[in-house]
Nanobody
Framework: QVHLVESGGGFVQPGGSLRLSCTAS????????MAWYRQTPGKEREFVAR????????VYVDSVRGRFNVVRDRTKGTLYLQMNSLKAEDSAVYYC???????WGQGTQVTVSS
């Protein structure tokens, strides 16, 4: 059974960093496209970053390119989203997604505020 669990969210000041984790079970993360999305109240869920299987191009939404980075750890079955130079507009619930499996995690809240 496919299962995704996000963690690592929290409260951080502008300019700070957080690392989100998406721990997967039920499939080999190295074989599938995986992605991060985020959502704020009253808005559509927004694509943030795509992590392809090894060898493919990573894709980032313009607003986070150069600040966010996706990394996979096969030994831990985990996809990470390293977020640096955080801004207030990065505040959202962040979700892990595997498009071809139709799987979503439960989300983790990130709040960036002074």
């Amino acid at each position: 059974q496919v299962h995704l669990v996000e963690s690592g969210g929290g409260f951080v000041q502008p300019g700070g960093s957080l690392r989100l984790s998406c721990t997967a079970s039920g499939f080999d993360i190295m074989l599938y496209d995986m992605a991060w999305y985020r959502q704020t109240p009253g808005k559509e869920r927004e694509f943030v970053a795509r992590s392809p299987p090894p060898g493919g191009p990573e894709v980032y939404v313009d607003s986070v390119r150069g600040r966010f980075n996706v990394v996979r750890d096969r030994t831990k079955g985990t996809l990470y989203l390293q977020m640096n130079s955080l801004k207030a507009e990065d505040s959202a619930v962040y979700y892990c997604h595997v498009p071809t499996l139709g799987a979503w995690g439960q989300g983790t809240q990130v709040t960036v505020s002074s």
